[in-house]
């Protein structure tokens, strides 16, 4: 069994006890954390020694909702200044003419990014299967990249002439998409710690699922033990179609179609109230905050602070890349952490007077720390991963690294963790999934970065002109 020593950096292992080794080093021992702790006590020999000094190491990032697709779309100019109803209805023709080369190149293209910018595992939402698209292109795309990917079958079966969003063309049958689903399932879903691929099941939204399907495809994904997603909550259009078409708002929705429970994370959830957010929280539901998407879209703001208050797993996600434009997920860490103190800023301080000698230096906004926890055992904890998401003994190894000596980070060296939050995410030096490197010394190893986006450039065009 190959082993990896890692050696002199300063290492956050983000673990319960929030451990922060200075002179700190990994042993990884066939995919796996052995030994964590100070350099002197760890062994000096390994089949290889990777020597970060004045690198930051930190548990690689899990991102929890995305859909790899839209890379091919980003900025697209009808779709940059419109609300999410509008966005979508500009894109959906287009997205229809996807093809499965599409889903495979726009697969590597997101990972890449992804892994450039320290995510380790990405769940991805992949809800459209144009002129014979699977998801086993997606699949079989990120294995050449080499990212843990929680592979999410989505399906839309609400058409407009139903009273849904998606045009027709777009739409599929509840038989078809429950056939392929099992299918995906049998072929693919590894429940074992380390897995690389996970299935999921993921009807898209309210408005755009049946609610035969949404039950069907619960009660599918709990014979096999696997997890359920969509998007909730996200705009207050979709407030007014949920309380429209089936008397609910999208929280009851998802209580009347037995759609919660700790199997169950939601994208977004933006617009709920507190007794939803107790919902959450009693049933074990999680969350995948998408702070630029939500920003992006004029969506609003996710209550993020509530959540963590009332016990809700909350993870991040990039979102697709036609709603950020893009795949940093250490970005999305700061932006988690911006957004929820503009949100203190407009609630907060607002609504409750500062108590007498009270300044505002004293009131807990989110720390770098907490939204470092998001991006890593928040994000692990929706996904119901317990292999992954901090440096401990056992786990996977899956982990970034980032050198402090770049121009980024003078000044900075007082607090590495936070200052890898607070000063400009940059692209990480190092990425490692399961000890396999997937970016080393900057570069991308596993795939060609220059021709992904020659060939990736070549297809968004095509797609894109129709
Ligand atoms: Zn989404």
Redesign the pocket.
């Known amino acids: 069994m190959p082993t990896l020593l890692l050696k002199n950096a300063y290492i956050a292992t983000m673990d319960d006890h929030q451990r922060e080794i200075p002179e700190g080093g990994l042993l990884i021992r066939d995919g796996f954390i052995e030994q964590v702790g100070q350099i002197a006590n760890l062994p000096n020999t390994a089949d290889e020694i990777l020597d970060l000094k004045g690198h930051i190491v930190l548990p690689g990032l899990v991102n929890t909702?995305h859909?790899f697709y839209q890379t091919l779309t980003r900025a697209v100019p009808a779709a940059q200044d419109a609300n999410l109803f509008n966005w979508l209805k500009t894109l959906y023709p287009i997205w229809a003419r996807l093809t499965p080369d599409d889903i495979f190149i726009s697969t590597q293209t997101a990972l890449a990014e992804l892994a450039l910018s320290g995510c380790t595992t990405a769940s991805d939402?992949l809800y459209l299967f144009p002129n014979g698209s699977k998801l086993d292109d997606e699949i079989a795309a990120a294995k050449e990249v080499g990212l843990r990917l929680q592979a999410s079958r989505g399906s839309m079966s609400l058409g407009e002439s139903k009273g849904g969003l998606p045009p027709d063309s777009v739409v599929d049958t509840e038989e078809n998409i429950l056939k392929d689903s099992q299918r995906l399932i049998q072929q693919y879903h590894d429940a074992k710690s380390g897995a690389m691929v996970q299935i999921v099941l993921a009807p898209c939204s309210p408005f755009s699922v049946t609610s035969d399907l949404m039950k069907q495809s619960a009660k599918l994904a709990r014979e096999y033990g696997v997890h359920l997603h969509t998007?909730l909550a996200e705009t207050e259009d979709e407030e007014q179609f949920c309380l429209q078409k089936f008397g609910h708002r999208p929280v009851g929705y998802m209580q009347a179609v037995d759609w919660v429970g700790g199997d169950v994370w939601f994208?977004h959830a933006v617009w709920v109230n507190d007794e939803e957010i107790k919902v959450f929280a009693k049933h074990d539901c999680g969350v995948a905050h998408c702070p630029t998407s939500n920003m992006r879209l004029a969506s609003g703001i996710a209550p993020i602070k509530e959540y963590r208050a009332a016990g809700v797993n909350v993870g991040l996600g990039v979102?697709?890349s036609a709603s950020n434009d893009g795949s940093h997920l250490l970005a999305e860490v700061r932006q988690a952490m911006l957004l929820s103190r503009i949100k203190e800023g407009i609630t907060g301080f607002s609504r409750s007077p500062l108590p007498a000698g009270e300044g505002l230096g004293v009131r807990s906004l989110m720390t770098a720390r907490e939204a470092l926890h998001l991006g890593t055992r928040g994000g692990a904890a929706v996904l119901g991963r317990k292999d992954i998401g901090s440096l401990e003994v056992g786990k996977c190894a899956d982990f970034f690294a980032i050198s402090l000596n770049r121009l980024d980070y003078p000044g900075a060296g007082h607090d590495p963790v936070s200052a890898v939050v607070f000063c400009q995410p940059t692209r990480v030096d190092y990425t490692v999934v399961g000890g396999k490197f997937i970016v080393k010394e900057g570069q991308l190893v596993t795939v060609d970065e220059l021709k992904l986006i020659e060939k990736h450039n070549k297809a968004a065009k095509r797609l894109v002109a129709g």
């Open positions: 909702h859909h939402h998007h994208a979102d697709g």
